[in-house]
């Protein structure tokens, strides 16, 4: 289960995951994304905690889907 | 003027007695373009020759008795985001600023096999992602020029609200055809995820895009949608007080008195006319911004992976920030958020087996100044009613439903059924018709 990050993310950490993507940033620019990168990574902590199972990712996300 | 306000239908009928004629109507319109474009700013590209050669055509295969449908000789402009073979396509950017395409997409040919006439190509948020390039500057708003048309689609919304044209065709990946429909006062439908091609539309997260019609009428966006298809889209007659309507997201911090006022004097009115209303709570919907962000972004980077490496400095300053942003998410999150997709639209459906439509204000407040950058806190809000349904896919129209105490227009959202666009589109048409005072065009000189 993820964790919710509290503020604990650093220019560099952000530059090296965007390295690792395949962009190189500098530090300036890293650190321009981080208030907008926490809250992205907390809303994916609350969705990790939602029972999603195995749900299947391809063709119409209505695919499969009961409307009962 | 009048002449350009005028519904399809009406036109058509005029041009099939005679009383107004394609090349009659499309210089009309030419010229409303070049009187009102410097002030509004809704066309990147105008295209007159090719305009008056389409009026000529439909002209004369109508005189001759070659009646192509609704479309023949409709003046009509495109999101300039759709390729358009010989005409320059720029999606809002300084990098495709001079690209002039070979090709025309599907959705663009139909409209061509339909007879409809292209008086030019729309403006746009730079790659549709949120911000103006300033090398275009915002569409400003037909309501009042000193406010935003909306993102990304403003300039289909503005031309088709100041009767620049008589419908245009917009995208969408998190409400940018709704949300420019909403602060223009027009009809702006996403249809269902996959109904209409993207083939030859610049893509901005292709699990999220979709192209749609904006027009003045639900009834006018229907047919330019059966246009965009190919193929027929029947109207839909709907009995307002037959049907069941699920009310979603009326509140929110966010939610400005005036929308609330309108919306609710929308729903009084369904109530009056004997449709049943209820308020419907759709589980988990509060994760839905994040969930669009963990999928649009890592998407939209992906497209943009050559240019933001190599010419960074040619987007404008908070594109490139989104795009960068988009190469710093995990897998994992981009995965979950397509799941918790499969998740939210399980949620509609099971509301969608209790009412006929859902509805809801299609923004929380009429059109600011400057239109929000999608990846902060204002543009999460911004898109807060229409987003959820580019993740789920289900179709969603908005229609004006009356004007916020600054004169502005309220949107208010229909949503239905995987492929039900014909239906909600009739409910807009009912909609409309049970709210005719909102059904009004600027006071543009």
């Known amino acids: 289960m993820a964790s919710e990050p509290k503020g604990s993310l650093t220019p560099e950490g952000v530059a090296q995951l965007a390295q690792w993507a395949g962009l190189r940033l500098d530090l300036d620019r890293a650190a321009e994304l981080i208030p907008l990168l926490e809250p992205l990574l907390e809303g994916d902590a609350r969705i990790a905690r939602l029972e999603l199972g195995l749900t299947p990712i391809l063709g119409p996300t209505w695919a499969g889907a009961e409307e009962g | ?445």
């Open chain 2, 1 to 445: 003027m009048e002449l350009l306000t005028l519904s399809i239908a009406e036109v058509g009928r005029r041009f099939r007695s005679g009383e107004l004629s394609p090349v009659e109507l499309t210089e009309l319109t030419l010229q409303r373009i070049e009187a009102l474009n410097p002030r509004l700013n809704a066309f990147i590209t105008v295209t007159p020759s090719k305009a008056l050669e389409g009026a000529q055509r439909a002209e004369q295969e109508l005189r001759s008795g070659l009646d192509r449908g609704p479309l023949h000789g409709i003046p009509i402009a495109l999101k300039d985001l759709i390729e358009t073979a010989g005409i320059r396509t720029t999606c809002g950017s300084k990098i495709l600023r001079d690209h002039i395409p070979q090709q025309t997409a599907l959705l663009a040919r139909h409209l061509e096999a339909a007879g409809a006439v292209l008086v030019g190509k729309t403006n746009l948020l730079e790659f549709a992602y949120g911000i103006v390039h300033p090398e275009y500057g915002q569409t400003n708003n037909p309501w009042n020029p000193l406010r935003t048309s909306g993102g990304s689609s403003g300039g289909s919304a503005a031309a088709v609200a100041a009767g620049l044209c008589f419908a245009a065709v917009g995208t969408e990946t998190g409400g940018s055809i709704r949300i420019p429909a909403s602060y223009c006062g027009v009809a702006g439908l996403k249809p269902t995820y996959g109904r209409v091609s993207l083939e030859g539309v610049f893509p901005l997260s292709w699990s999220l895009d979709h192209a749609g019609p904006l027009a003045r009428s639900s009834e006018d966006a229907r047919l330019l949608l059966e246009g965009m298809l190919g193929e027929p889209l029947p109207a839909v007659e709907v009995e307002l007080g037959q049907l069941r309507f699920g009310v979603i997201q009326r509140q929110g911090p966010e939610v400005e008195p005036e929308v609330l006022e309108v919306f609710d004097a929308a729903c009084r009115r369904l109530e009056a006319a004997g449709a049943a209303v209820q308020e419907v709570r759709i589980a988990d919907l509060e994760l839905a911004d994040t969930a669009l962000l963990n999928v649009l972004l890592p998407e939209a980077s992906l497209v943009h992976q050559r240019w933001i490496a190599e010419r960074p400095e040619d987007y404008a300053p908070f594109t490139r920030i989104q795009i960068e942003l988009g190469f710093t998410l995990s897998a994992m999150a981009h995965l979950r958020a397509q799941q918790f997709r499969r998740h939210l639209t399980r949620q509609f459906l099971q509301a969608l087996h209790r009412v006929d439509v859902l509805i809801s204000p299609s923004v929380a407040w009429v059109a600011p100044q400057e239109d929000p950058v999608v990846a902060g806190q204002a543009g999460s809000a911004e898109g807060r009613r229409s987003a959820p349904h580019n993740l789920t896919g289900l179709p969603a129209l908005s229609i004006n439903a009356g004007f916020g105490a600054q004169g502005l227009p309220v949107g208010l959202q229909v949503i239905g059924r995987p492929q039900a666009e014909a239906f909600v589109l009739g409910v807009g048409t009912a909609l409309e018709r049970l709210l005719p005072e909102a059904q009004k065009t600027p006071p543009l000189a």
